[in-house]
């Protein structure tokens, strides 16, 4: 495993990128407080989602025929790290761009692709994830909301929750179990594409600690769908979610969920210009180990780019970033009140209060620590 994560760099064209994007990053985003930048990948702006689009920067895996760019994984880990550093507000379209797209790519029937992959690439179509339900989190296998085929399609009953936008979302990509029982695990799970104006889904957003609402609790009951809602095949849903789960997990926003407080912390040392030594000390260690970790997403990136599925790098390296992002507010906060006499402008204490309030959920969202730890001893041959 360990020789799988090999040291790369961003190809020259990838990186070329970057110029023009920071700088229309820089132009929309300039009014927004560092607070509100501080959400970055939870901060939903369908406006600033669809002008990104139409520039070219959504869906730019996907291959030019759909609308896609036709660029390669790092040319989209060059985007993502920009937007990802500004704080910009992308969750309109993260996740259609980030892992349904390119599932609907990889398993999609033609049709499928035709429809949905070209209105993701122009920031019209905003998915979300459908897979934890109140009794499947961690445990995934056993979920219980069913799709029963019947002479128009399929007849979706069940319960989805911490559904990340699921209220402002057009579809849900949602692994159901197709026959069988939850105890089967997982023998029959497929995937289906769930058109959330539907009648018979009620979805009821969830307020979280930062007084926020992205979550949401998703209810089906008799909800009719057609025949090419599934995804795939029938019964191969496990495999899928593997395959989607390692989009989810090997992107760069695995290290930069604090990365507006590190910068807003660094800004003001600048300012004050009488930083200590521990102070200094702990800047250097926390941005050598951002450089270290930006070096093995890079790496996992390399792999993607190559075609393959880095299931267990992804987990490695996840759980590695949500630790260090954890951390953070945390080194933060004791470096800021190690000098109580010394104001903190309250733009910078806004930012470590919302970082701080959000943090327990870095290793939680897309898979716990535990879970990301016993594929990695799987990974290592330990179990
Ligand atoms: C901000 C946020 C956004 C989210 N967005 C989405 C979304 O868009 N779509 C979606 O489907 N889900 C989403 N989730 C849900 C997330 O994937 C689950 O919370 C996560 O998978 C854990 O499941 P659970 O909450 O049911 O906890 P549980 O599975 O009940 O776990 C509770 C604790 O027990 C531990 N544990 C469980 N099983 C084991 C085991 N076998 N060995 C050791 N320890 C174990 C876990 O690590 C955890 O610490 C989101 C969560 C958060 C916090």
């Known amino acids: 495993m360990i020789e799988s994560l090999s040291l790369t760099a961003i190809p020259a064209a990838a990186e070329s990128i970057r110029g023009e994007l920071r700088a229309f990053i820089q132009n929309e985003i300039a009014a927004l407080a560092p607070a509100t930048r501080a959400r970055s990948w939870m901060g939903f ?25 036709g660029l390669d994984a790092f040319s989209r880990f060059v985007v993502a790290e920009e937007l990802l550093n500004a704080g910009a507000p992308v969750s309109a379209h993260w996740i259609a761009d980030r892992q349904s797209g390119p599932l609907i790519l990889k398993y999609g029937s033609e049709a499928q692709r035709r429809f949905y992959l070209p209105r993701i690439c122009r920031g019209e179509a905003f998915f979300c994830i459908g897979m934890s339900e109140p009794n499947s989190g961690s445990d995934l296998a056993s979920v219980a909301s069913r799709a029963q085929r019947n002479p128009h399609g399929w007849l979706l009953n069940g319960r989805k929750i911490w559904t990340t936008n699921a209220y ?56 009719q769908l057609g025949e090419d809602a599934l ?37 003001y040392l600048r300012a004050r210009g009488d930083a200590d030594n521990a102070t200094l000390a702990l800047l250097g260690r926390l941005v050598g180990q951002l450089g270290v970790l930006r ?6 990136c390399e792999k993607l780019a190559r075609g393959g599925s880095p299931v267990v790098e992804a987990a490695l390296v ?15 906060a004791d470096a800021l009140a190690a000098f109580p006499e010394r104001p903190v ?39």
């Open 295 to 300: 070096a093995l997403v890079l790496s996992v």
């Open 45 to 69: 702006d369908a406006d600033f989602s669809r002008k990104l689009a139409q520039r070219g920067w959504v869906g730019l895996t996907l291959p030019q025929q759909y609308g896609g760019a």
């Open 168 to 223: 402002r979302s057009h579809y849900m990509i949602a692994l159901v179990r197709t026959s069988g029982a939850s105890g089967d695990r997982h023998q029959g799970l497929s995937q289906i594409i769930v058109d959330l104006s539907l009648p018979g889904v009620t979805v009821r957003p969830i307020r979280d600690l930062t007084g926020d609402e992205h979550f949401c609790e998703v209810f089906f009951d008799d909800v």
């Open 318 to 332: 996840k759980d590695l970033g949500t630790e260090f992002e954890q951390q953070l507010p945390v080194l933060v």
């Open 345 to 383: 402008p309250p733009p910078l204490l806004k930012t470590l209060a919302y970082i701080t309030q959000m943090s327990p959920s870095f290793s939680l969202r897309g898979g716990t620590r535990e879970i990301l730890r016993g594929m990695i001893a799987r990974g290592l041959g330990l179990r």
């Open 231 to 267: 995804i795939g095949a029938e019964g191969a849903g496990w495999e899928q979610v593997t395959a989607e789960l390692a989009f989810e997990r090997s992107g760069p926003e695995r290290i930069y969920s604090s990365a507006v407080l590190l910068d807003e912390w660094i800004e």
